[in-house]
């Protein structure tokens, strides 16, 4: 009687598991599965849970993921009518993993690439030896509008510039994991990663806590560590500085700011008197240290920069010239993000660190330069053409999926400014399945470990923000433009160098 | 705390409390009009909240009409649907000084008072079992925010709200009623209308058990102005608001006779001082309009001192 039951529910979870009519995507590499359909060591723990569970429970636990997002607020506002309706970012349930060694070999990746960075911008804001070297031509930075002449001899507090770095990993063919874009502006999807484990614990009760996972949900006092760790103050006061509830990120401001115990603030709430920065509070002003800013640049100080910008605070720069306020991350680091500058950093890593680069760039064309652009121009089928300042998958030109007329105009348009244009070749970004439509489904993902760093070394948090193209076929997986996450797992079961978790610098 | 935070928290307060109270008077007019039709305790009712006198929505509409448009109309402000957009849009810039909990329950009840069905429901559904399941997203808020919220500054600022609103809508509501006109009622009519005046302010049980079911002006004013023990009435509403206001003057080390507190603490002994029978030789609409006033200033003293502490420019 057991044994038949035994059998009939083997039977049920075989035979209608929607893993059966996984399909691969063509010249991709599977997350999950390898080239003989065979599964990957690191997933066999999942795939066994999965198993497990019925198709029906599945669509509840993907109805309950996307419940608790809207329940706890974690939502942006689309104004359609005039109540404004609530949208979740799409949520996929299946986690993706990252074995503890690819994630030994990323995190050590990550700490070198952000060290030459910061030492770039460093440089280039001050004596400029990379430059008078030769490593990157002179028009290279003076002609990026990211490079801010206000910074210039500029010192900020330890010479500290991208606090918190997003760097955008993507897995090509060969395995290996490449840069495909730094973020050190403002890189969001903090907030996401936490939440989306916060979710995964949820819908998979019991996988978290037995598959030997990094934990993350301390990354919130690990920031706040390495943010005050950057003030001359000994009990800094520090703030989270958002341009308020209309934010499309507001949600992760407002996070961040709680998870941290910090104040949320807007520019109204601060001023500047006497060289120093306050924030009006009910009992009097009260001295600011420390600011994560979550604007851009152009608005942090309207005497500066936009002179419309009434979500800045004017005066701040100045303040930040004397040392009395620390701004995170520093104003001008878009110079070392660009698309343009991007191609040199496998260069700065060797010029600054001495150091071959542990993670490696994506072949990039630099269409400024004559013999790249000519042979972009004969191969744009096979390119990914994107603007040198873009951001957010606008801008960008997939020669494959682009009709001849769209082809022409955009050639129109670089021939116009080459220096303004990168060109990549199209990229094969790895799958991993996703729950669609009641099925399993391989899916385009790159993947964003965020990275701290403060007077007292780098931390890579180990996680971070799969993002997922939940288009069939698509490889854009920006949260503007039809892209989902997943929660990451990265695992902790590989004890080589247990000595890297934290560099110093 | 901000100033711009302590704004919001008293906003998000006021907002919720305004709905409350006009959930509650929509819920006893419905009922009333169930006895008898009154179109004038409507009348008064819109008048309150949409400023001008929705007269054609009198005429043609039904009860059920002016309930759906009173709580679900998008183009008037103070419909209860952009009462609690407006209180979850501040709840939201606040989330790190509030309790989880209390976030949770305004943006639930933010959606489900946004849920696209819920204009279809009222017209199948019984509308009293609507406005009650509605209603249960405040007695979650009065709970949540007693049992979760700490007691700081946050606390303070809510309270403040909540009193200074509740205080506002018991005099409009009381001045609305003409009090001097109604001297004592027998009349059937008159006391049904009593007793969803009192119900509408949740005051019917406690009323009846003192006084039994004999309605008298008198006994009504001083009941809903001057009860201790009754948590609408104004004299209450004012102990309260006067203790969160000297609480925060503790909590931030501003001296004890600032103007704000010297403005409640002559409001509260005022009331105190005073007798039903002031209140009969005064006329009860000369004291309910100096009231009014006086909370205006209560009001504009809390604005000066804690929401636009000091402009910086001029410091």
Same mark, same amino acid.
């Given at each position: 009687?057991?044994?038949?039951? %035994?059998?009939?529910?083997?039977?049920?979870?075989? &035979?209608?598991?929607?893993?059966?009519?996984?399909?691969?995507?063509?010249?991709?590499?599977?997350?999950?599965?390898?080239?003989?359909?065979? +599964?990957?060591?690191?997933?066999?723990?999942?795939?066994?849970?999965?198993?497990?569970?019925?198709?029906?429970?599945?669509?509840?636990?993907?109805?309950?993921?996307?419940?608790?997002?809207?329940?706890?607020?974690?939502?942006?506002?689309?104004?359609?009518?005039?109540?404004?309706?609530?949208?979740?970012?799409?949520?996929?349930?299946?986690?993706?993993? +990252?074995?503890?060694?690819?994630?030994?070999?990323?995190?050590?990746? +990550?700490?070198?690439?952000?060290?030459?960075?910061?030492?770039?911008?460093?440089?280039?804001?001050?004596?400029?030896?990379?430059?008078?070297?030769?490593?990157?031509?002179?028009?290279?930075?003076?002609?990026? &509008?990211?490079?801010?002449?206000?910074?210039?001899?500029?010192?900020?507090?330890?010479?500290?510039? =991208?606090?918190?770095?997003?760097?955008?990993?993507?897995?090509?063919?060969?395995?290996?994991?490449?840069?495909?874009?730094? =973020?050190?502006?403002?890189?969001?999807?903090?907030?996401?990663?936490?939440?989306?484990?916060?979710?995964?614990?949820?819908?998979?009760?019991?996988?978290?806590?037995?598959?030997?996972?990094?934990?993350?949900?301390?990354?919130?006092?690990?920031?706040?560590? &390495?943010?005050?760790?950057?003030?001359?103050?000994? =009990?800094?006061?520090?703030?989270?500085?958002?341009?308020?509830?209309?934010?499309?990120?507001? @949600?992760? &401001?407002?996070?961040?700011?709680?998870?941290?115990?910090?104040?949320?603030?807007?520019?109204?709430?601060?001023?500047?008197?006497?060289?120093?920065?306050?924030?009006?509070?009910?009992?009097?002003?009260?001295?600011?240290?420390?600011?994560?800013?979550?604007?851009?640049?152009?608005? *942090?100080?309207?005497?500066?920069?936009?002179?419309?910008?009434? %979500?800045?605070?004017?005066?701040?720069?100045?303040?930040?010239?004397?040392?009395?306020?620390?701004?995170?991350?520093?104003?001008?680091?878009?110079?070392?993000?660009?698309?343009?500058?991007?191609?040199?950093?496998?260069?700065?890593?060797?010029?600054?660190?001495?150091?071959?680069?542990?993670?490696?760039?994506?072949?990039? @064309?630099?269409?400024?330069?004559?013999?790249? *652009?000519?042979?972009?121009?004969?191969?744009?089928?096979?390119?990914?053409?994107?603007?040198?300042?873009?951001?957010?998958?606008?801008?960008?030109?997939?020669?494959?999926?682009?009709?001849?007329?769209?082809?022409?105009?955009?050639?129109?348009?670089?021939?116009?400014?080459?220096?303004?244009?990168?060109?990549?070749?199209?990229?094969?970004?790895?799958?991993?399945?996703?729950?669609?439509?009641?099925?399993?489904?391989?899916?385009?993902?790159?993947?964003?470990?965020?990275?701290?760093?403060?007077?007292?070394?780098?931390?890579?948090?180990?996680?971070?923000?799969?993002?997922?193209?939940?288009?069939?076929?698509?490889?854009?997986?920006?949260?503007?433009?039809?892209?989902?996450?997943?929660?990451?797992?990265? *695992?902790?079961?590989?004890?080589?160098?247990?000595?890297?978790?934290?560099?110093?610098? | 705390?901000?100033?711009?935070?302590?704004?919001?928290?008293?906003?998000?307060?006021?907002?919720i409390?305004?709905s409350n109270?006009l959930l509650n008077?929509l819920k006893?007019?419905?009922?009333?009009?169930?006895?008898? /039709?009154?179109?004038?305790?409507?009348?008064?009712?819109?008048?309150?909240?949409?400023?001008?006198?929705?007269?054609?929505?009198?005429?043609?509409?039904?009860?059920?009409?002016?309930?759906?448009?009173?709580i679900?109309?998008?183009?008037?402000?103070?419909?209860v649907?952009?009462?609690i957009?407006?209180?979850?849009?501040?709840?939201?810039?606040?989330?790190?000084?509030?309790? $989880?909990e209390m976030?949770l329950n305004i943006n639930k009840y933010f959606l489900a008072i946004?849920k696209?069905?819920i204009?279809?429901r009222?017209?199948?559904e019984d509308p009293i079992l609507l406005i009650d399941e509605i209603l249960n997203y405040h007695m979650i808020h009065l709970s949540t925010s007693d049992?979760?919220?700490?007691?700081?500054?946050?606390?303070?600022?809510?309270?403040?709200?909540?009193?200074?609103?509740?205080?506002?809508?018991?005099?409009?509501?009381?001045?609305?009623?003409?009090?001097?006109?109604?001297?004592?009622?027998?009349?059937?009519?008159?006391?049904?209308?009593?007793?969803?005046?009192?119900?509408?302010?949740g005051?019917?049980?406690?009323?009846?058990?003192?006084?039994?079911?004999?309605?008298?002006?008198?006994?009504?004013?001083?009941?809903?102005? #001057?009860?201790?023990?009754?948590?609408?009435?104004?004299?209450?509403?004012? /102990?309260?608001?006067? #203790?969160?206001?000297?609480?925060?003057?503790?909590?931030?080390?501003?001296?004890?006779?600032?103007?704000?507190?010297?403005?409640?603490?002559?409001?509260?002994?005022?009331?105190?001082?005073?007798?039903?029978?002031? #209140?009969?030789?005064?006329?009860?609409?000369?004291?309910?309009? $100096?009231?009014?006033?006086?909370?205006?200033?209560?009001?504009?003293?809390?604005?000066?001192?804690?929401?636009?502490?000091?402009?910086?420019?001029?410091?």
């Open positions: 009687m057991i044994l038949a039951k %035994l059998l009939l529910i083997s039977y049920m979870c075989f &035979h209608s598991h929607p893993f059966d009519q996984y399909t691969f995507r063509e010249n991709s590499l599977d997350e999950m599965f390898t080239d003989t359909n065979q +599964i990957k060591k690191h997933y066999q723990n999942l795939k066994t849970i999965l198993d497990k569970i019925h198709i029906e429970e599945l669509d509840k636990k993907e109805e309950l993921s996307s419940q608790l997002f809207i329940d706890q607020g974690v939502t942006f506002t689309v104004y359609e009518d005039k109540v404004g309706t609530e949208k979740i970012f799409p949520f996929d349930v299946i986690p993706r993993i +990252i074995s503890a060694k690819e994630w030994d070999k990323i995190e050590r990746g +990550i700490i070198q690439r952000i060290k030459a960075l910061n030492f770039f911008l460093k440089d280039t804001y001050h004596e400029k030896f990379i430059i008078k070297d030769g490593i990157i031509p002179v028009d290279q930075i003076m002609s990026s &509008h990211n490079f801010l002449e206000e910074m210039n001899g500029l010192n900020v507090p330890f010479d500290i510039y =991208n606090h918190i770095s997003g760097i955008d990993l993507i897995r090509d063919n060969d395995g290996e994991f490449y840069v495909l874009e730094d =973020n050190l502006r403002t890189p969001s999807g903090l907030s996401y990663m936490l939440q989306n484990r916060e979710i995964s614990k949820r819908i998979f009760p019991g996988a978290v806590n037995a598959s030997k996972i990094s934990n993350i949900s301390n990354s919130p006092q690990i920031l706040y560590n &390495h943010l005050q760790s950057i003030s001359k103050q000994s =009990n800094p006061n520090v703030v989270l500085l958002t341009p308020g509830v209309l934010n499309s990120a507001y @949600y992760e &401001h407002a996070t961040l700011a709680r998870l941290m115990g910090i104040e949320l603030v807007e520019g109204q709430d601060l001023f500047v008197k006497d060289h120093f920065v306050y924030m009006k509070n009910i009992e009097g002003f009260k001295r600011v240290d420390v600011i994560y800013r979550r604007i851009d640049d152009d608005f *942090l100080d309207p005497l500066v920069f936009n002179a419309n910008s009434k %979500l800045g605070i004017s005066s701040i720069m100045s303040v930040y010239r004397k040392g009395n306020v620390a701004i995170v991350n520093a104003p001008g680091t878009g110079v070392a993000d660009d698309k343009a500058t991007y191609t040199y950093v496998p260069d700065m890593v060797k010029y600054y660190l001495n150091e071959e680069p542990i993670l490696n760039n994506i072949k990039t @064309y630099k269409l400024g330069r004559p013999d790249e *652009l000519e042979f972009t121009l004969k191969n744009m089928d096979k390119m990914v053409i994107k603007k040198t300042n873009g951001s957010g998958g606008y801008g960008m030109l997939i020669g494959k999926d682009a009709s001849d007329k769209e082809i022409d105009d955009y050639k129109k348009q670089i021939l116009l400014n080459p220096d303004g244009y990168i060109a990549q070749p199209i990229l094969n970004l790895s799958t991993a399945p996703c729950y669609i439509d009641r099925q399993f489904k391989p899916r385009c993902v790159d993947f964003r470990p965020f990275a701290f760093t403060g007077a007292n070394g780098i931390h890579v948090c180990p996680g971070g923000l799969t993002r997922v193209a939940l288009e069939e076929g698509s490889l854009v997986v920006n949260s503007s433009q039809g892209g989902g996450s997943k929660d990451t797992w990265v *695992l902790n079961n590989y004890s080589k160098n247990s000595n890297v978790k934290q560099s110093s610098k | 705390m901000l100033s711009r935070v302590a704004n919001n928290l008293f906003w998000l307060e006021r907002y409390e305004r109270g008077l006893a007019n419905y009922l009333s009009d169930q006895d008898f /039709q009154n179109p004038k305790s409507w009348g008064k009712m819109l008048t309150t909240y949409c400023d001008i006198p929705q007269q054609k929505l009198l005429i043609e509409g039904s009860a059920m009409e002016i309930l759906k448009y009173m679900l109309d998008l183009n008037n402000p103070n419909t649907i952009n009462l957009k407006k209180s979850r849009e501040n709840a939201r810039s606040v989330q790190g000084h509030i309790s $989880t976030w946004t696209k069905n204009r279809s009222f017209q199948k049992v979760t919220q700490e007691r700081g500054n946050a606390y303070c600022f809510m309270n403040i709200g909540k009193y200074l609103e509740r205080l506002f809508q018991s005099t409009e509501f009381l001045l609305s009623r003409k009090l001097s006109s109604v001297k004592s009622i027998d009349a059937l009519e008159e006391n049904i209308y009593w007793k969803y005046l009192l119900i509408s302010i005051g019917y049980q406690q009323y009846i058990k003192t006084h039994k079911s004999v309605f008298l002006t008198e006994k009504i004013m001083e009941m809903i102005i #001057l009860n201790p023990h009754f948590p609408r009435s104004i004299y209450y509403c004012t /102990q309260k608001l006067s #203790l969160h206001i000297s609480r925060l003057s503790t909590f931030n080390k501003i001296k004890s006779t600032n103007d704000l507190s010297f403005l409640v603490g002559k409001l509260e002994s005022s009331l105190f001082y005073t007798k039903v029978e002031n #209140l009969n030789s005064m006329g009860p609409n000369i004291f309910l309009t $100096t009231l009014k006033s006086d909370l205006m200033l209560i009001s504009e003293q809390i604005d000066s001192q804690y929401f636009h502490y000091i402009n910086p420019t001029h410091a």
